[in-house]
């Protein structure tokens, strides 16, 4: 009897050990471009687009791209990754044209915090999100636009609409009036738990390098500049 007794404890513990050790790998450990990250969402070592609209308020150049730091370190502009970063747009024909460049212009991207530009091309709008950073181009349908550095490497990419330049798949939409895309903050994330829900504090840093699975659709835009209030990703990774 005493035999039986250790035989089925034996086997319950194995039958415990063995399917919580499964549940935690399959729970909190995803593949995300070959790297092996936790949480429910790869987030990025490096900075990345956040959020883009194209036009708004009945205005085709009321145009703004946010960028998000999902690192744990500040990150200069001026001084990253061993050049300065530009911010470019590609037209609907794939013709690149340079928006920004933070050469010799030390601008700081808070730890998990943003950094805002905006298009001056018609009138003051920049100073009325606060934007960072202002130039007179400005986006349109079709487009995408790059963080690069100065040597021309990619940072991060984002395409929309039918867009012939992006990160595997463009995000299939052109935002209209007021609307944005949005990078998430998690694989499950939505316009309702980015923009109302459990999500819209968790940052921007959700990144597969598929511009169709890695953003969404928001009705209404959410511009944040530098000093907006930080957001923390679900698994801030170090560096950047």
Not at 79 to 105: A, D, F, H, P, R
Not at 142 to 171: K, P, Q, R
Request: net charge negative; hydrophobic share 30%; aromatic share 12%.
């Amino acid at each position: 009897m005493r035999k039986s007794i250790s035989v089925y404890l034996i086997v319950v513990l194995s039958l415990f050990i063995f399917g919580n050790t499964f549940s935690y790998f399959k729970d909190t450990e995803k593949s995300c471009n070959n790297t092996l990250t936790a949480g429910s969402a790869c987030i990025a070592n490096h900075l990345v687009i956040s959020e883009v609209q194209i036009k708004g308020d009945g205005n085709s150049y009321h145009d703004f791209v946010e960028i998000y730091n999902p690192t744990d370190s500040d990150i200069d502009l001026s001084n990253y990754k061993g050049g300065y970063v530009k911010l470019v747009k590609y037209t609907s024909e794939g013709t690149e044209y340079l928006i920004k460049s933070w050469q010799n212009e030390p601008s700081i991207v808070p730890s998990h915090g943003f950094y805002l530009w905006a298009s001056s091309k018609d009138d003051d709008y920049p100073s009325t999100i606060d934007a960072d950073c202002s130039t007179k181009d400005y986006l349109a349908s079709d487009n995408a636009v790059a963080l690069e550095l100065s040597d021309g490497t990619i940072i991060d990419l984002v395409g929309w609409g039918s867009s012939l330049i992006n990160e595997t798949l463009s995000f299939p939409f052109n935002p209209q009036n007021n609307q944005s895309i949005e990078r998430k903050a998690l694989f499950s994330s939505d316009n309702t738990t980015m923009s109302y829900g459990e999500d819209k504090h968790l940052g921007n840093g959700h990144d597969t390098n598929n511009n169709f699975n890695d953003f969404i659709l928001r009705d209404h835009s959410d511009p944040q500049n530098s000093s907006s209030p930080k957001e923390d990703p679900t698994w801030p990774p170090s560096g950047g």
